[in-house]
């Protein structure tokens, strides 16, 4: 009867075969898949138990899916099985190709392990292929590909009819276990997708988000925000900017694409951009803008980087500081200059003289005969345009403190002149009267420059927005070797005094001291109105007597000092003359006439020297000018 009916059962079982396995693809999830592996066997295969047990993570195997009994699918589904439990079974009982029947004869062993079971007790079985209650029946599922990557076991349980299945049930089960893991395969896979897919959406949109914010933050920034490019043939060319740099430089953003910051930076920030754009940071400098003007900015540059590819774009912020730099060079303009005047201050003057001054080796030990050596070559240097020392012969400028009436004008009586125009060089021009040699008494020797010093060249200094010179660095650390006496010192040009002979040529740092004559009087008399703009108007005059180049400083009072760099002693004593020639014509002020006097002390700046052995020198001088004027004054009376 079996024999005669085996091609139809083989018939059935293949047409439900193949309608539930065609199933298995129509779910939509894996949770979906597992139920519908479970419900297939049920209504597909002839078993009224069906139980899918799906690998974990970790490896054990969880009841992720129950057909068949309400009550049995409640009790043990989502419950877990040990990896260790699961490979006994899998090894235990009879091997019908892939499946594993475990009879009931070996199987009450089990019942103690961790693995979820639903078993009912019954009677032993009646004749040879009959069913116990307690056998059990697993069809491991293994990944595609013949990797036999456990994916997870399908157990069954009561075939109907009772029996154990024939080679053909056996094979059925099989092939649908088969079926199932490629179902359960591409489940997962679906799975992965779709939550790749929710996780690239949200990324993508989390990235418009971005872009979006990023844009306004750009567009609608306060400051000027500019996007170049990085490398290649375009490096530092513009590729975006935004309406603040637009309107910060005068430039459309059309324009503004056609450069790249080095062709908008002023020529001497160059260097500073290029160091800012390759190490990323931040820098201040000048950009130009569309009428040929420049800009004080603070550019800040982030790199923006691409994970394989590496820097892409430079990012930069550029921020308006015009404002901030002028109130800075304002600062530091009042903080170095005199409120009063405008001329350079007490501490500006030293700061310049400084920087033209060095310790160089072995000046300490020469420095007072450094000192001396001035003194005695242009000690007697106020016969050079006014008193003779050696005759007494009155020269410019009969007068004392008390009055001005008997000046004697430019270009009359004894005395030296002085020739030239401002910015041009100094030059004198002798006038009638008493004979004397310009700067030098008898007794005095010639002071002998030191072998050691470098050929003078004449120094040119830099100017700051305000036309005052940028002193220079007065001393080079690293140029200063005291192993050696007489080692060079870098980018530092010695200065030292003229030579005692006014017609070798020998030129120097010249330092004229001057002190207003009869100022004191003016301010007690006409009040400190008057002598400010007594003080406002000498600081003129006095400005307009020297070169481009030379230094006019207010040293307080009614004290200024002049640097005059480039003289011979001849032309130092020629531009005391004009200097104090300038001052003595009347001063109106409010109406009325006010006249001072000055005198003036030359002293030599020189290597070696200390600023305040400089300008005691010179101050000294000045009032040995000082008091034989006066001296002359009286006896000329």
């Known amino acids: 009867m079996e024999t005669e009916s085996e091609p139809y059962v083989r018939l059935a079982t293949l047409r439900q075969l193949h309608d539930v396995v065609g199933e298995l693809n129509t779910a939509r999830s894996l949770a979906d898949t597992l139920q519908t592996v479970a419900d297939g066997i049920v209504k597909g295969l002839g078993y009224e138990l069906a139980c899918v047990n799906l690998v974990q993570p970790d490896g054990d195997l969880v009841v992720a899916a129950f057909a068949g009994n309400a009550a049995a699918e409640a009790l043990i589904t989502g419950r877990v099985g040990a990896r260790a439990s699961w490979e006994r079974r899998l090894s235990m009982g009879e091997s019908w190709g892939d499946l594993r029947y475990i009879p009931h004869t070996e199987g009450w062993i089990l019942l103690e392990d961790d693995v979820p079971q639903w078993y009912?007790?019954?009677?032993?079985?009646?004749?040879?292929?009959?069913?116990?209650?307690?056998?059990?029946?697993?069809?491991?599922?293994?990944?595609?590909?013949?990797?036999?990557?456990?994916?997870?076991?399908?157990?069954?349980?009561?075939?109907?009819?009772?029996?154990?299945?024939?080679?053909?049930?056996?094979?059925?089960?099989?092939?649908?276990?088969?079926?199932?893991?490629?179902?359960?395969?591409?489940?997962?896979?679906?799975?992965?997708?779709?939550?790749?897919?929710?996780?690239?959406?949200r990324e993508q949109q989390a990235l418009r988000a971005s872009e979006e914010s990023f844009r306004q933050a750009f567009e609608y920034a306060p400051s000027g925000m500019a996007i170049a490019e990085m490398g290649g043939d375009q490096h530092g060319r513009l590729l975006r900017t935004n309406d603040a740099l637009c309107r910060l430089l005068g430039r459309s953003a059309s324009a503004i694409r056609r450069y790249s910051f080095s062709d908008l930076v002023h020529p001497e920030d160059i260097g500073t951009l290029l160091r800012t754009s390759a190490e990323g940071g931040r820098a201040e400098l000048r950009l130009a803008r569309r009428d040929n003007s420049y800009v004080w900015v603070s550019l800040r540059n982030s790199v923006v980087a691409d994970t394989t590819d590496g820097p892409r774009f430079l990012l930069t912020h550029v921020e308006d500081i015009e404002e901030r730099k002028r109130n800075e060079l304002q600062l530091a303009h009042r903080a170095s200059h005199d409120s009063l005047t405008g001329l350079p201050n007490s501490a500006e003057l030293r700061a310049r003289l400084s920087a033209r001054l060095c310790e160089r080796p072995g000046a300490v030990a020469m420095r007072e005969s450094a000192a001396q050596a001035v003194d005695k070559a242009f000690g007697g240097y106020e016969g050079a345009y006014g008193t003779n020392g050696v005759n007494g012969v009155a020269g410019n400028g009969g007068y004392d403190e008390g009055g001005y009436g008997g000046v004697v004008p430019y270009g009359q009586g004894p005395g030296t002149g002085y020739n030239g125009t401002s910015g041009a060089a100094y030059a004198p021009v002798p006038h009638p009267g008493a004979g004397y040699e310009p700067g030098y008494g008898p007794g005095y020797?010639?002071?002998?420059?030191?072998?050691?010093?470098?050929?003078?060249?004449?120094?040119?200094?830099?100017?700051?927005?305000?036309?005052?010179?940028?002193?220079?660095?007065?001393?080079?650390?690293?140029?200063?070797?005291?192993?050696?006496?007489?080692?060079?010192?870098?980018?530092?040009?010695?200065?030292?005094?003229?030579?005692?002979?006014?017609?070798?040529?020998?030129?120097?740092?010249?330092?004229?001291?001057?002190?207003?004559?009869?100022?004191?009087?003016?301010?007690?008399?006409?009040?400190?109105?008057?002598?400010?703009?007594?003080?406002?108007?000498?600081?003129?005059?006095?400005?307009?007597?020297?070169?481009?180049?030379?230094?006019?400083?207010?040293?307080?009072?009614?004290?200024?000092?002049?640097?005059?760099?480039?003289?011979?002693?001849?032309?130092?004593?020629?531009?005391?003359?004009?200097?104090?020639?300038?001052?003595?014509?009347?001063?109106?002020?409010?109406?009325?006439?006010?006249?001072?006097?000055?005198?003036?002390?030359?002293?030599?700046?020189?290597?070696?020297?200390?600023?305040?052995?400089?300008?005691?020198?010179?101050?000294?001088?000045?009032?040995?000018?000082?008091?034989?004027?006066?001296?002359?004054?009286?006896?000329?009376?």
Request: glycine share 12%.
């Open 445 to 637: 020797e010639a002071y002998e420059p030191y072998e050691g010093y470098e050929p003078y060249e004449p120094y040119e200094p830099a100017y700051d927005s305000y036309g005052d010179p940028v002193p220079e660095r007065a001393f080079q650390g690293d140029g200063y070797d005291p192993s050696s006496a007489i080692a060079p010192l870098d980018h530092h040009v010695h200065i030292v005094a003229p030579g005692a002979d006014p017609d070798d040529g020998s030129k120097g740092l010249a330092v004229l001291f001057c002190d207003l004559d009869g100022f004191k009087s003016i301010n007690d008399r006409f009040g400190h109105n008057t002598g400010d703009a007594v003080l406002i108007e000498v600081a003129r005059r006095l400005n307009t007597g020297v070169r481009d180049g030379d230094t006019v400083a207010r040293l307080g009072g009614d004290e200024f000092v002049v640097l005059a760099d480039g003289l011979g002693a001849t032309d130092a004593a020629d531009l005391a003359v004009r200097l104090r020639n300038a001052i003595i014509p009347p001063i109106r002020v409010d109406g009325r006439a006010v006249r001072v006097g000055a005198s003036f002390g030359i002293g030599w700046a020189s290597c070696g020297m200390t600023v305040e052995e400089v300008l005691k020198s010179a101050d000294q001088r000045m009032y040995i000018e000082k008091r034989s004027r006066k001296t002359v004054h009286r006896r000329a009376g």
């Open 120 to 201: 009912t007790e019954g009677p032993d079985p009646r004749f040879e292929d009959e069913w116990h209650p307690q056998d059990r029946l697993y069809a491991p599922m293994y990944a595609p590909g013949g990797g036999r990557e456990l994916l997870g076991v399908i157990s069954v349980d009561r075939p109907r009819g009772g029996r154990r299945p024939g080679p053909w049930g056996r094979e059925a089960l099989q092939m649908y276990a088969s079926q199932a893991a490629i179902a359960i395969s591409n489940a997962r896979l679906r799975a992965n997708m779709q939550r790749a897919l929710v996780r690239l959406e």
